[in-house]
């Protein structure tokens, strides 16, 4: 995790190693002195701020069906847009918004899109909803400058494509949309020094980060047990195994910057553990994606995305267990060769010396 | 803040910065996030990699035995039942002495003899049905522990023991005082929760403040002062929606409430820095509040509506702003 040194130490010691010319420091100097010291807004105030907007919606929604302003699915429609505008010009042009009215934005807003849906819904059909609703929250991404509201957009647009591939019977779908959401989530955590540098892309990054993550883990939910979504035979297996692929490739990204050859016994010891996982639990992708997911949390010291990988980490592994149609005898066994397999590898590793 | 920006502390966002006006290279900046150690050096990813591997294969075990008990139960005497167990525990214990209560391997093998004195006593339960009460299993249960969980200098074991004397509190009262009554209405039971959980929270910011060096971490305290004050809102909000402001205890409540929230408002911002518990504390003041805007308000009426909406906005926002406030005094005050 983050060590306390001074941006002087830090300075001095790229200079050293010529990654810096001497000359940069007052450059540097100059840059901070007009860069106040900064504190980000920590997660939990946004979830704070989030979960308020959204319990504000309930008692909007109710009051504007009390006025009898959407009693019907086109009024809901029209009301929706009418918020939904409204809040995107609202956020984009009044710059200097006080606290009150951006949360009141915030809350209009997501009324806006569950009028919007929901009267469409009504109106039309689920196809209909769900095509307008991923154009929509792609809109809403692009422009509706809040980090909530992105993040928000990231999951109901997964959730919309999910929707589609149900209704056109294409259920198999889904790993598509599971393994490009996994791409997506590496890209964000692994390339975040470079998400830095872009202005645009620094302001979009973290929800879609978190939006991501937290899509893949939903949607591997139901992977925990084939009946919860009836008449949706999916073989979860072919997730697991493009999940096992993102792993490796990861792996074989991060390896190298930390002197680990690809030709040497830690790296062999290392991909033949990834292997053994991925046969392991291949009936488990989401333990596959919480490994990804806690291997990207660790790499950037981020706590956020470490605990949350734990969480769904011990979600899935139990679950999974828990379900396995075998008699007690096999799983027991199986549980245990599994544990003493880890458990040799690790000691292997333990013999191996640093470096090597 | 220092008076030359460069003896600022090395932090992310200002490498960023430096790196997005090309005072650093993409390089220079990956170079300097490693010298932070935001990206993790070799050794780090070895001790991780470890500790996964030790984790999850350990556990995997463990789990592997419970299901072979399970598969050969029926079959086994009452001997052998018994036997397995308490070699399991005997064994695991030596493990733990073996490797040293200091480091996290004996600390995971304490832990888990302390899981197994619970399993034997549920099989003790179970093969001669005593009959008795499931708060004697749990409060026994944390009796024979609570010398492990002494010498163990490590959290989760206390927590293991704060569960156990919960639910053996709880089940205490479903069981033998308010027999039959759903506990979840039960505002002493809520009460009594309280005085146990708030003296190991006290015990735990004592020990916290004396630098108790297994007792650093924030998330225990963390945890204890949650479940504080869930068991005040709880019957706070029910005497709300059921406005039933009688009996005492009831009233007692609720003014313990109002006082543990406002204290802990101020404990958390001015002798120990919490965001996440001050934060934790505003959101019950928005759920009760709201609650209680909600049934003083005629709800047949429209505009109560839109007032719940402005309320909750509201609190939201001099929450949100109130809490920026405090961050940035408490980073200028470290300074």
């Known amino acids: 995790m983050v060590q306390s040194t001074t941006l002087r130490t830090i300075i001095n010691e790229l200079v050293r190693q010529n990654l810096l010319p001497p000359e940069a420091t007052e450059q540097i100097t100059k840059t901070l002195m007009i860069f106040p010291e900064k504190i980000s807004t920590p997660w939990f105030i946004n979830t704070l701020i989030g979960i308020s907007a959204w319990l504000a919606v309930i008692p909007l929604l109710v009051f504007l069906f009390l006025i009898q302003l959407i009693n019907t699915a086109v009024s809901a429609i029209g009301v929706g847009i009418i918020f939904i505008v409204g809040t995107v010009f609202f956020k984009h042009f009044y710059k200097e918004d006080t606290f009150f009215l951006a949360q009141f934005a915030l809350a209009l807003n997501l009324t806006g899109q569950l009028l919007f849906v929901g009267g469409l819904w009504v109106q039309t059909d689920t196809i209909m909803a769900a095509l307008a609703t991923a154009v929509l929250e792609l809109f809403l991404f692009n422009f509706y400058q809040s980090s909530i509201i992105r993040f928000t957009s990231i999951l109901i647009f997964i959730a919309s494509l999910i929707v589609l591939f149900y209704e056109w019977h294409f259920y198999q779908g889904v790993h598509l949309v599971i393994l490009a959401t996994a791409a997506g989530s590496i890209w964000c955590w692994l390339k975040e020094s470079q998400h830095q540098l872009n202005e645009i892309i620094v302001e979009l990054y973290l929800p879609l980060g978190y939006g991501l993550v937290t899509a893949l883990f939903l949607m591997l939910l139901p992977s925990i047990q084939a009946e919860i979504i009836p008449k949706m035979p999916i073989t979860w297996s072919f997730s697991t195994l493009g999940l096992i692929m993102w792993l490796l490739g990861l792996e074989f990204m991060l390896l190298p910057n930390h002197n680990f050859f690809l030709i040497s016994a830690n790296n062999i010891i290392l991909l033949s553990g990834t292997l053994l996982i991925g046969l392991l639990f291949y009936q488990a992708p989401g333990i596959i994606a919480t490994v990804i997911v806690m291997v990207l949390g660790f790499q950037r010291s981020n706590r956020v995305l470490m605990g949350g990988a734990i969480f769904f980490f011990t979600v899935f592994l139990v679950a999974y267990y828990y379900h396995l149609e075998l008699t007690l005898l096999i799983k027991s066994i199986t549980l245990v060769s599994s544990g003493l397999a880890l458990l040799g590898l690790r000691w292997i590793l333990k013999q191996l010396p640093q470096g090597e | ?335």
């Open chain 2, 1 to 335: 803040m220092p008076t030359d920006p460069l003896d600022r502390p090395a932090l992310p966002i200002y490498l960023y910065r430096l790196a997005r006006v090309k005072h650093l290279t993409p390089s220079a900046l990956d170079q300097a996030l490693y010298l932070i150690g935001l990206i993790p050096n070799q050794t780090a990813w070895r001790r991780f990699i470890d500790s996964l591997l030790l984790l999850l294969g350990t556990t995997l075990i463990l789990s592997g035995i419970i299901f072979f008990f399970a598969y050969n139960w029926a079959e086994m005497s009452r001997l052998t039942k018994f036997g397995l167990i308490q070699l399991g525990i005997l064994i695991i214990a030596a493990f733990a002495s073996r490797y040293g209560l200091e480091r996290l391997v004996g600390q995971l093998a304490l832990f888990t003899t302390a899981i197994l004195v619970g399993v034997l006593l549920a099989v003790l339960g179970q093969i001669y049905q005593t009959g008795a009460d499931a708060f004697e299993l749990f409060l026994t249960w944390a009796i024979l522990i609570t010398p492990w969980v002494l010498i163990g200098q490590f959290a989760p074991l206390w927590l293991l023991l704060l569960s156990l004397f919960n639910l053996s509190l709880i089940f205490y009262w479903n069981q033998v005082i308010d027999y039959g009554e759903y506990f979840f209405y039960s505002t002493p039971l809520y009460l009594l929760l309280f005085v146990l959980n708030g003296t190991a929270l006290s015990i735990w910011e004592y020990a916290h403040q004396q630098s108790v060096v297994w007792l650093q971490g924030d998330w225990l305290g963390r945890i204890l002062f949650t479940i504080i004050l869930t068991t005040l809102i709880v019957p706070t909000l029910y005497a709300i929606v059921e406005q039933e402001w009688e009996p005492l205890l009831r009233s007692v409540t609720i003014i313990l409430y109002v006082i543990v929230t406002l204290f802990s408002l101020w404990y958390y911002r001015h002798q120990r820095h919490d965001l996440l518990l001050l934060a934790v504390c505003l959101l019950g003041i928005l759920m009760t509040v709201t609650t209680l805007m909600g049934r003083l308000l005629p709800l047949e009426m429209e505009i109560t509506w839109l007032i719940l909406a402005a309320v909750i906005i509201g609190q939201a926002t001099l929450a949100t702003k109130w809490l920026i406030i405090v961050a940035k005094n408490a980073q200028k005050e470290s300074k």
